[in-house]
């Protein structure tokens, strides 16, 4: 479905993403892990056309996407989450989620039971009338989940969904990402939550410093010497 190809990007003199090659097969879950500055987000930014790669390709459905704005990237399959959340303040939360339908359907009524539907789906259908800058990190949260299913994506990425939360709403937040892929949907997930990351990815793939260090199944990431020296932490080997 997706496939990465020898990235590059550098910001100044800071290489953000080096050589990141890796291929996303439909219906899985892909997990990307790494520190804070790795890479994580650039990737997304780059793989969704907010960033333009110095080098390297991107291939979805076996098409290049290079140089597509956001937009059309997004109009093709691609959906994805901020890891800084950007809903709208000033709409409700069932308004944040009619905008992204406005491209798939011309009438109002269509796009409102979609969105209920969405809403419905992440748990948020009793707040639909409450502004998006009155919510909490894990409704914003759940709300850019549904914003995103709101573009129709075959294809979803979702940067650090569980991130901020508290952990009582984490295992919901996991069922919902089990059952998006159920119901067809791929997903690429940056996720700092190791036993979140080992119940979800299919593989994973691990950023240092802007390289691919590891790619494989998560057990295999799990006993990687590098990944654990760089990330995981000596204590958890
Ligand atoms: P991660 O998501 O893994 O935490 P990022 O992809 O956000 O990492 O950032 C990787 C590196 O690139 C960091 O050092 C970050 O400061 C830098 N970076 C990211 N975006 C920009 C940008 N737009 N301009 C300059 N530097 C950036
Ligand atoms: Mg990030």
Do not use: C, W
């Not at 959340?85 to 109002?108: A, C, D, I, Y």
């Not at 709101?150 to 569980?162: M, N």
């Amino acid at each position: 479905m997706l496939a990465v190809n020898y990235l590059n990007k550098s910001f100044g003199g800071l290489q953000a993403n080096q050589n990141i090659k890796f291929e996303v097969a439909e219906g899985e879950i892909l997990g990307v892990i790494g520190p804070n500055g790795a890479g994580k987000s650039t990737l997304f930014d780059l793989v969704t056309g907010f960033e333009k790669p110095d080098s390297g390709d991107v291939l979805f459905l076996g098409k290049s996407i290079l140089g597509l704005r956001p937009d059309q990237i997004n109009r093709l399959g691609i959906g994805r989450t901020f890891q800084k959340l950007k809903p709208f303040p000033q709409m409700t939360v069932e308004e944040n989620v009619m905008v992204g339908l406005m491209q798939h359907v011309s009438q109002m009524n269509e796009a409102r039971e979609e969105a209920h539907r969405y809403l419905e789906f992440v748990g948020l259908i009793d707040k639909m009338s409450v502004y998006a800058h009155g919510l909490s990190t894990g409704q914003r949260k759940r709300l850019e989940l549904a914003r995103a299913m709101a573009s129709r994506p075959k294809l979803l990425l979702l940067d650090e969904v569980t991130g901020g939360v508290d952990q009582k709403t984490v295992p919901e937040l996991v069922s919902l990402v089990e059952r998006l892929r159920t119901e067809g949907t791929t997903v690429v997930l940056i996720e700092h939550n190791m036993k979140v990351l080992m119940s979800l990815a299919d593989h994973v793939v691990a950023l240092h410093l802007g390289q691919q260090i590891a790619y494989g199944r998560p057990k295999e990431i799990q006993a990687h010497k590098q990944v654990i020296e760089s990330y995981l932490g000596a204590s958890y080997a």
